[in-house]
């Protein structure tokens, strides 16, 4: 019915940079926001940005200025640049989206984001 297929996680050094996109299959759903979360190993799934239709793009505070969301509506999508990455950012992230028609959350399955020092 609805998926959300994550891509460009990987390794990267402290530092550098990396870019994850999401693609979102629909169907005739209408999206309202599209966003990304992370989790850490023994810590709470928690946003790291969310862009919502029409609305203002929100971040964590621990990613203000490094990181920034964008989203293309003809294809569904969004992204997350990320730099100057440190290690805190390592974890799992996932993409969100939410729909006007239906009740749920979807969620992507997770793309892992390593920073080593």
């Known amino acids: 019915q609805v998926q959300l297929v994550e891509s460009g996680g990987g390794l990267v050094r402290a530092g550098g940079s990396l870019r994850l996109s999401c693609a979102a299959s629909?169907?005739?759903?209408?999206?309202?926001?599209m966003g990304w979360f992370r989790q850490a190993p023994g810590k709470l799934r928690e946003l790291v940005a969310i862009?919502?239709?029409?609305?203002?793009?929100h971040y964590a505070d621990s990613v203000k200025g490094r990181f920034t969301i964008s989203r293309d509506d003809a294809k569904n999508s969004v992204y997350l640049q990320m730099n100057s990455l440190q290690d805190e950012d390592t974890a799992v992230y996932f993409c969100?989206?939410?729909?006007?028609?239906?009740?749920?959350?979807?969620w992507g399955q997770g793309t892992q984001v390593t920073v080593a020092s």
């Open positions: 862009i919502p239709t029409g609305g203002t793009v």
């Open positions: 629909i169907n005739s759903f209408t999206l309202k926001s």
């Open positions: 969100y989206a939410d729909f006007r028609e239906l009740p749920r959350n979807y």
